[in-house]
């Protein structure tokens, strides 16, 4: 057996290797694993913090210094339901990122039991990972964040303390979608309340001091404008690679395609499921949260790294 931690396109894989069922073992609802995915990055957790404070603060700003002491009821009340939805999918997008699976390859089973049950014809060619000890699937690289080869990886984000990969590609999607459309909202929320303030001449335009809510105003445009250059930049980046089905890290190496590549449509049912409804744009779909609950009072959760 060849030892190598890269360059996959130079290898013919076993036809198992490239089953997920059969590689990663679940494939029933009964079968799944009792486990919470979780990275122990500091890194991470100090950015994932970052972010849950920002979008905090920004709802802060936008619900209790514009639309609270707004005297248009209907102006405040669908701005700020519409604005704490949107937030909530946001942050729920968020925590699927971070707590899904990317895709990770089973650690330390390169053994010689496993390789036997994979039936290789002679001059068959696997490859082994040597930082992991794990037998390598198409497509899929090592992360030395998360310590393990993720299959289909495109880049291990630290503002969702997790890897992109596979199994969460499409929450991290909307979660720079939604982030990127509640920024959006913010500053045109932010601007038509600065208009209105200058006009009024900051009396009885927020139930805060004038100075204390321009200093408010002005920290939520910074913070909404750097959001929605970043994500809606990164959600175009991500779409153009679904669409083609290339990961950033094949984009960059520059390798050429070996599998049969899934582009416009079928990429995009491929990613997030099915045909397009509105589960595409639900982070709740899926969820299993009494299922989860029920195991990890049984067992507890289990941290992956």
Known sequence: MQSSGHRLRDVEHHPLLNNEEDFDGPSSESELPDRIWFIR???GLVCAFITWFLVLYADFVVTFVMLLPSKNFWYALINGVAFNFLAVLALTS???TMLTDPGAVPKGNATKEYMDSL???PGEVIYKCPKCCSIKPERA??????????????HHCPWVNNCVGENNQKFFVLFTMYISIISAHALILA??????????????CSDFSPP????????LCLEALLFLTFTAVMFGTQIHSICNDETEIERL????PTWERRVRWEGMRTVFGGQPSLLWINP???????RLLSRTRKGGAEFSV
């Not at 709740?284 to 009494?290: T, V």
């Open 41 to 43: 990055d500091g890194c």
């Open 94 to 96: 968020h925590l699927r």
């Open 119 to 121: 039936q290789l014809k």
């Open 141 to 154: 690289h090592h992360c030395s964040i998360c310590k393990r080869c993720i299959r289909k990886m495109d």
């Open 191 to 204: 601007g038509f309340q600065f208009f209105t303030c200058v006009k009024d001449q900051w009396t009885e």
């Open 212 to 219: 204390a809510a321009v200093i408010l105003l002005i920290f």
């Open 253 to 256: 190496k520059n390798e050429k």
């Open 284 to 290: 709740f779909a899926g969820l299993r949260l009494r």
